[in-house]
């Protein structure tokens, strides 16, 4: 992996998105300097098809639409009944599946990206994990879904505003690409670090280097237990970084960058959200000054268990508050188009596993979808 450029999928293909501007600069060589300015902005100020960018002759377009090629290609998309949640499902270049959600609000609009095609993390609630671990994400794979959700924001009138990743995937396995892709939402699609989430299931070495990152942006750590011996089945990574060393780091992330943390903790029925659970996160979380997020388990086909009642989240989201810790509860969005974590893609699979790159060709466009819901 190490002698792959960061800008490339690992399969050594290279999307539009993934391009520098120098490496566009050696490409239009033959063309006059300000060129590359223009076509830098028609990818990341105006997105859309090369050729859409009129600045550019005829013949350059006609060129770039062959030379920079996108690297998400539409396999299935799903829009939920109120029309305020779309869920993605793109197919790369190499046949491996990703998932790309839009939330829209009144105001602004959130898309949630994946870092990975699959994951290793195998955390048992999660259907990415349930399906394992495909191949990284190239810088571009993850920009390209940033600029599509901005894209479809700005047809239905809204900013996108904000980007988490709390797609597909572990961002810390896959550290470099994503800081770049970090960049390059920041500095080239403008959007502040304080819009930006980065959420991961505790992998310390990741924690350590984004408290020394250039750029602050957010910090979300998926905790779910907050006793090392629970934590270890539910969240497998948690044998390699338990809990103790987990809080060190967050501990020197918060010192260093002076920002909040926050905790996610998705409520499962009494998996997670007894009153022992809600003593033990506060013990965990009140020391880091952390906000909690409570989500209710989105059910996966993989994972027997339910999500609590709104009753048991209502009380334990109290619960916290009387011992000193802020939580808010999260609403689920999209239950009904399948769009937790790794469920489109499960659900769209038709060989028996969703990371053969065989299975799931295209897919007919399903709008409103009820199947977990
Ligand atoms: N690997 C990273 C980011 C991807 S998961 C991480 O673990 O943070 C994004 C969030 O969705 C995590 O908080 C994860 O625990 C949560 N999640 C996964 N499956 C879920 C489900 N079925 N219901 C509710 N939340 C889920």
Sequence with gaps: MTDV?????????????????????????????????????????QGGEPAEWTSLSKT????????????????AE?????GDTVKWLWTLHDGRQIETVLMIYPDRATVCVSSQAGCAMACGFCATGQAGFDRHLSTGEIVEQVVRARARAAADGRRLSNVVFMGMGEPFANYDRTW????RIHDDLGLGARHLTLSTVGVVPGIRRLAEASLPVNLAVSLHLANDTERNELVPINRRYPLAELADACRDYVEATRRRLSFEW???????????????LADYARPLRAHVNLIPLNPTPGYRVRGSSPETVRLFARRLGELGVN????????TDIDAA????????????????PTSGGPTPVA??????G
């Design 78 to 82: 799903s829009v939920s009944d109120d």
């Design 266 to 280: 998705a409520l499962i029925h009494d998996v997670n959200d007894t009153d022992r659970h809600a003593r033990e």
């Design 60 to 75: 350059l377009r006609a060129r770039l639409s062959d030379e920079l090629s996108p690297s998400l290609s539409l396999a």
């Design 341 to 356: 974590c790794g469920q489109l893609r499960a659900t769209h699979a038709t060989a028996p596993t969703s990371g053969d």
């Design 367 to 372: 709008v409103g979808r009820r199947t977990h």
């Design 180 to 183: 770049a892709a970090v960049e």
């Design 5 to 45: 450029p960061i800008q490339q999928s690992p399969s050594g293909s290279r999307g539009r998105y993934d391009w520098t501007r120098a490496e566009l600069a050696e490409l239009l060589g033959d063309q006059p300097r300000y060129r590359v300015d223009q076509v830098w902005a028609g990818l990341y100020t």
């Design 327 to 334: 939580a808010t509860v999260r609403r689920t969005r999209g």
